[in-house]
C-alpha cells in the first residue's frame, strides 16, 4: 500500500512539475512574443473632424469611427464610478488580474457550459485594453494568457489613471460612438458633465454588447441592466440611496444624433469643406485626425439664403405647371410598403410622400408615408390627410412645355386614386395639422451663394434645390453661360479707355461676316427694338446686346478676354465679340467674386470657405488670414491710443483696434468701380433689375440671361454683401417664355436681400477719391441744371465731367465729344471690303488707335443716323424702321476711296 501511494505521488509530483514546466515554457514564449505596449505611450487614436460656423455652431462631422478624445481629468466623477461598478470595481486595487473576478467567472461558466450559454470572462479593465488595443477579441485560451500577461505589463507601465483615460477614450458603446464623449452626444445630445446618474449608467452597460442592449430594439433589457449598474453604483456607496431611486425610475429618454452634417441647410456647404480638407490633408488625416474646422458660414444668412431658393425655384415650377404624380401604383398594392421603399431626402422634411386614397368633388384623401423610427424601422399606425382643392389650383397642366392648360376645376383634373405625390403640412395659429397642400419637386434646379465682399468668405451656400436628391453642387461645380451678367466688365474695360457713363454709343443692327461657311453673326437686343444713340447707363442698364458689342469692338476682344482673366471670369476666354455677351463658361462662385471686385474698389479677393484649422492638440495649422499683426496679442488694458489722435484721446475711447496691412491686390481703379457700381444701381432702380427695388436700401445687380433663355441670373451687391442667383436645367434647356434673369432669378435675390439687409438702415455705397457726381439727365446723358424727372447724380472721373459749352453729345462714335466746329476734321476710319473674314457690317471696324469722342470723317452721301427721328421712343424703334431709316444708297456704299458695309455706315 505505501509503495502504491509512494508510485502515486511520485507520478503526481512529476505531472506537476511536468505542467509547472510546461506553463513556464508557454509562458515564456507568449511573454516573448507579446505585441510592444510601450507604443501606447504616444497613442493617437482616430478622433473625428468637427466643423464649426463662424459663431462656434457645430454644422458637420467626418470620421470612421466617432470619437472624442477627452483626457481623464475632463471626466466627471459619475461617468466614471459608473464604468468602475458595472466592469471593475476592484479596479483601483488589484495589479491588473483580479483573483477574485477569475474564481466568480469560472463558477458561473461551469453553469453556463451546463446550460449551453455563452461563456463569460472576468477581464479587468487593464485586460480590456490590452485586448482592444493589442489583441484580437478571440475567445481562447491563449489570447487570455496574453491578455493578463499584457495587463501586468501595463500595470507597471502606466498609471491606473492613464489606463482609464485610454479605455473610456477607445472602448466602442454602439451606433458608431467610440469612448464615452462621443456617446453622450450621440445618445443624448449632451457633454459628459450634464449627463445624469441614469444616463451615465446607461453608458456603463454598453461594453458587454452595445446592440444587445438598443435603446429601441431592446428597451426592456436596457433599462433592466442600466438599472442594475445604478445599483451596483449603490452598493459601492457612488451614489446614495435616493438618487439611485431617482434614477432607476427616470424614462430612458434617448434622441439618437444623425451622422455627418449637423445643419440641414448645411449639406452643400459641409461638402464642399469636405473636398477642401481631403486636398489639403489626405483622406486619414480627414477622418482620423480629430482636426478642429471654424469656416466662413453664416447660419442665420444660410438658412435664408437656402429658403429664398427652395421657393424661388418652386415659383417658377408652379408657373409651368403640373407634370403629375411622382409614381403609380398597381391595384391592390400595399401603399404603406410601397411609400415606406422610396427615398425623400432628409433636407426636403416637412415635404413627404403620400398615396391618394380618395377623390372627392372638393378634397383628396392622402395616406401618408409612414414616420421612420430612430431603430430604423418604419411605424405601422396609418396616418392620413385632407388636401382641400385650394391647395391644388396651381397644378394646371402643361401644354408642350410652353403654355398652361385649362383652370383646375376639380381634384380629378390633377390627381387619381393609386397616385404617389408629395405634399406638405399647414398649420394653424397654435401650430396644429389643418390640412396638406400638393407640392411637386422642381425640375429646375440652380443656385444660390453670399460672400463678404471685403474678404471673399463665402457666408452662405446652396448648390441646388435638395441635396437628398442631388449632391452636385451648381454654385462651384457647373459651368454655365453668365449672359448679360457678364456686361459690367465691357464697360468696366470701356470706362478705362477712357468711356463716362454719360457717353454714347449707338443701338442699332450690328453684322458680322464671321467667314467661310460661318454665316453673319447678327446679335439682337432681347426685345429686338433698338434706341440709337444711348448712353453707356442707358445701356447696361436695360443690357442693351447691340451697344455691348460695339463697346467690345472698340477696346478689342483681346482687352475683353484680359478683363475676364483679371476679375477671375474665366482664365482663357476667346477673345472673340460673342464673348462680351456672356457666351463663355464660368461658375456661380467665381462671378461672384468678381462682383466683389467691383464692390470693395476694385480689390481682388479669393473665395474661401475656411477660416481656420486646428489639430486635436489645438494647435493652428492652417489661417486664411496670414497678415501679421504684431498688436493683437497685447492686452486692451496696455494698449495706448495711437499718438496724435485726438478723437480718441478727447473722447476717452481708449486704443484703436489693431491695424492690419491691406495686402489685396488691386486689380481695378476704384474710380472704374464705383462707376460701374453706379450704373447697376441703376440698373435696379429703372433697368431690367427693377424686382430688387423693393429691398430699399442701396443696391447694385445685373440680371443676365443667356441664348434661348437657358440660364437666369442675378449677381448684386450692397456695401458689405454680395449675393449671386442661378437658376437653369441641369441639361441646359430653354426656361419659357419671359423666363429672364429679371423674374426667375432677381425675386431670389430679393428675397434674400431683404431679410439679410432690408431691415438695416441703409448705407450708401463707399465713393473714393477722385470722383466727381454731377447731374445729368439720365436718358440723354446731357448736364442739368436743376431738379425734376429723370435727372441724376452720374459719377465722373475728375476731369471729365462734362460743360455746358459742351455737354450736348454729339452723335459720332463714342462719347462726350465738342461740336464738329471746335475741331479739325479727323481722318475717316477705312473699311473693309464686304466678305472679308472678320468684316464689319452695318456697324464700324474697330478703332483702337483714336481716342474715345474722335468723330470719323464720313464719305460724301452718307449722315450719322439719318432718318432718325430726333427724340426716341421710350420703347425703342422696331428693327424694320430702323434698317428702312438707315440703310445707304447703293452709290453711297462705294462713293470715295473708302467702303463700307451696307446698313448704318460712320463710326457708330
Not at 451615465?200 to 442594475?228: D, F, I, Q, S
Not at 464686304?834 to 471696324?845: F, H, I, K, Q, S
Not at 427721328?869 to 438707315?886: L, S, V
Request: charged share 20%; with cysteine; glycine share 10%.
Amino acid at each position: 500500500m505505501l509503495r502504491v501511494f509512494s508510485i502515486v505521488a511520485a507520478v503526481f509530483l512529476v505531472l506537476v512539475f511536468g505542467g509547472v514546466m510546461a506553463g513556464t515554457y508557454m509562458i515564456w514564449r507568449l511573454n516573448d512574443d507579446l505585441p510592444d505596449y510601450s507604443r501606447l505611450a504616444n497613442y493617437e487614436p482616430p478622433v473625428m473632424t468637427r466643423v464649426h460656423a463662424g459663431d462656434g455652431q457645430l454644422i458637420g462631422e467626418f470620421a470612421r469611427e466617432r470619437r472624442l478624445y477627452v483626457p481623464i481629468s475632463a471626466i466627471p466623477a459619475r461617468v466614471i464610478n459608473a464604468f468602475l461598478a458595472a466592469e471593475d470595481k476592484n479596479f483601483y486595487s488589484h495589479g491588473g488580474v483580479d483573483a477574485t473576478g477569475i474564481l466568480r467567472a469560472t463558477i458561473d461558466n461551469v453553469f453556463n457550459v451546463m446550460q449551453d450559454r455563452r461563456l463569460v470572462g472576468a477581464s479587468t479593465i487593464t485586460q480590456q485594453v490590452a485586448k482592444n488595443f493589442l489583441l484580437s477579441s478571440d475567445v481562447t485560451l491563449d489570447r487570455k494568457l496574453r491578455e493578463a500577461l499584457l495587463a501586468l505589463r501595463l500595470e507597471h507601465a502606466f498609471t491606473k489613471d492613464q489606463i482609464l483615460e485610454l479605455y473610456l477614450n477607445e472602448i466602442y458603446l454602439g451606433i458608431g460612438a467610440y469612448g464615452v464623449a462621443a456617446a453622450a452626444l450621440n445618445y443624448f445630445d449632451k457633454s459628459l458633465d450634464e449627463l445624469t446618474v441614469a444616463e451615465a449608467a446607461y453608458l456603463a452597460t454598453l461594453p458587454k454588447g452595445p446592440n444587445n442592449y438598443h435603446p429601441y430594439r431592446h428597451r426592456e433589457r436596457a433599462v433592466a441592466r442600466r438599472n442594475w449598474v445604478i445599483s451596483r453604483m449603490e452598493e459601492e456607496r457612488f451614489v446614495t440611496g435616493m438618487e439611485a431611486a431617482e434614477a432607476r425610475a427616470a424614462e430612458l429618454d434617448v434622441s439618437l444624433r444623425s451622422r455627418g452634417v449637423q445643419m440641414r441647410d448645411a449639406n452643400y456647404f459641409v461638402e464642399q469643406v469636405r473636398r477642401e480638407l481631403l486636398a489639403l490633408y489626405g483622406e486619414q488625416k480627414l477622418y482620423e485626425g480629430g482636426l478642429s474646422v471654424r469656416t466662413t458660414i453664416d447660419t442665420s444668412l444660410q438658412e435664408v439664403v437656402a429658403d429664398a431658393l427652395r421657393d424661388g425655384l418652386i415659383a417658377y415650377d408652379r408657373r409651368h405647371g403640373w407634370r403629375g404624380p411622382v409614381k403609380k401604383l398597381e391595384p391592390g398594392e400595399n401603399w404603406q410598403e410601397a411609400l415606406a421603399a422610396m427615398d425623400v431626402g432628409s433636407d426636403l422634411a416637412p415635404w413627404t410622400l403620400a398615396t391618394v386614397l380618395d377623390v372627392a368633388v372638393d378634397k383628396i384623401t392622402i395616406g401618408l408615408r409612414p414616420r421612420r423610427l430612430p431603430d430604423g424601422k418604419f411605424e405601422t399606425e396609418i396616418v392620413k390627410g385632407t388636401v382641400p382643392l385650394s391647395a391644388m389650383t396651381w397644378a394646371r397642366p402643361t401644354v408642350n412645355k410652353i403654355y398652361l392648360g385649362p383652370e383646375v376645376k376639380s381634384p380629378s383634373d390633377v390627381v387619381a386614386v393609386g397616385d404617389v405625390i408629395y405634399v406638405s403640412p399647414k398649420r394653424d395659429e397654435e401650430k396644429k395639422i389643418t390640412h396638406y397642400a400638393l407640392e411637386q419637386v422642381p425640375a429646375v434646379n440652380g443656385a444660390a451663394l453670399a460672400m463678404d465682399p471685403h474678404t471673399g468668405r463665402i457666408l452662405a451656400m446652396q448648390g441646388g434645390f435638395s441635396f437628398g436628391l442631388s449632391e452636385f453642387n451648381r454654385a462651384v461645380q457647373a459651368l454655365r453661360q453668365p449672359g448679360s451678367s457678364f456686361k459690367p466688365f465691357v464697360y468696366a474695360a470701356a470706362l478705362d479707355k477712357g468711356f463716362t457713363p454719360s457717353s454714347l454709343v449707338l443701338d442699332a443692327p450690328f453684322v458680322l461676316d464671321q467667314g467661310g461657311d460661318l454665316g453673319l453673326w447678327k446679335p439682337e437686343n432681347y426685345e429686338r427694338t433698338f434706341h440709337g444713340p444711348s448712353t453707356l447707363r442707358f445701356g447696361l442698364e436695360h443690357s442693351r446686346n447691340v451697344m455691348t458689342v460695339r463697346l467690345a469692338q472698340y477696346v478689342g476682344p483681346e482687352t475683353v478676354s484680359a478683363y475676364a482673366r483679371r476679375f477671375g471670369i474665366m482664365d482663357n476666354m476667346a477673345p472673340v465679340l460673342s464673348m462680351s455677351l456672356g457666351a463663355g463658361e464660368t461658375t456661380l462662385a467665381r462671378l461672384v467674386s468678381a462682383y466683389a471686385i467691383l464692390d470693395n474698389g476694385g480689390k481682388r479677393v479669393t473665395p474661401t470657405l475656411i477660416d481656420r484649422v486646428q489639430d486635436r492638440f489645438g494647435r493652428t495649422i492652417y489661417r486664411k488670414d496670414d497678415r501679421p499683426c504684431a498688436d493683437c496679442s497685447v492686452k486692451w488694458q496696455d494698449a495706448a491710443a495711437p499718438a496724435g489722435d485726438a478723437l480718441f484721446e478727447n473722447a476717452g475711447l481708449g486704443p484703436q483696434p489693431p491695424r492690419l496691412p491691406d495686402n489685396r491686390e488691386q486689380v481695378e481703379n476704384p474710380q472704374t468701380a464705383y462707376q460701374v457700381t453706379s450704373m447697376l444701381e441703376g440698373v435696379v432702380q429703372r433697368g431690367t433689375g427693377s424686382a430688387v427695388k423693393a429691398v430699399g436700401v442701396p443696391l447694385a445687380g445685373k440680371t443676365g440671361t443667356t441664348n434661348d433663355g437657358k440660364d437666369a441670373w442675378f449677381i448684386g451687391y450692397s456695401p458689405n454683401l454680395v449675393v449671386g442667383v442661378f437658376v437653369g436645367f441641369d441639361e441646359p434647356t430653354p426656361l419659357g417664355r419671359a423666363e429672364t434673369g429679371g423674374r426667375a432669378a432677381a425675386p431670389i435675390f430679393r428675397d434674400i436681400m431683404m431679410k439679410a439687409v432690408g431691415n438695416k438702415p441703409a448705407i450708401p455705397f463707399r465713393v473714393p477719391p477722385g470722383i466727381s457726381l454731377v447731374k445729368v439727365n439720365a436718358k440723354t446723358g446731357k448736364l442739368a441744371d436743376g431738379e425734376g424727372a429723370g435727372i441724376i447724380l452720374e459719377a465722373f472721373k475728375q476731369g471729365s465731367e462734362p460743360h455746358f459749352e459742351s455737354a450736348a453729345p454729339t452723335v459720332g462714335l463714342f462719347g462726350n465729344v465738342p461740336a464738329e466746329d471746335e475741331i479739325a476734321p479727323a481722318p475717316f476710319i477705312g473699311g473693309v471690303e464686304p466678305g472679308t473674314p472678320g468684316a464689319v457690317l452695318d456697324g464700324a471696324p474697330p478703332a483702337a488707335d483714336l481716342p474715345p469722342g474722335t468723330l470719323g470723317q464720313l464719305p460724301p452721301g452718307m449722315q450719322p443716323a439719318s432718318g432718325l427721328p430726333a427724340e426716341i421712343p421710350e420703347g425703342g424703334i422696331p428693327t424694320d424702321r430702323i434698317e428702312e431709316a438707315t440703310r445707304p444708297s447703293n452709290e453711297a456704299r462705294t462713293s470715295g476711296n473708302n467702303t463700307i458695309g451696307s446698313g448704318t455706315g460712320g463710326l457708330y
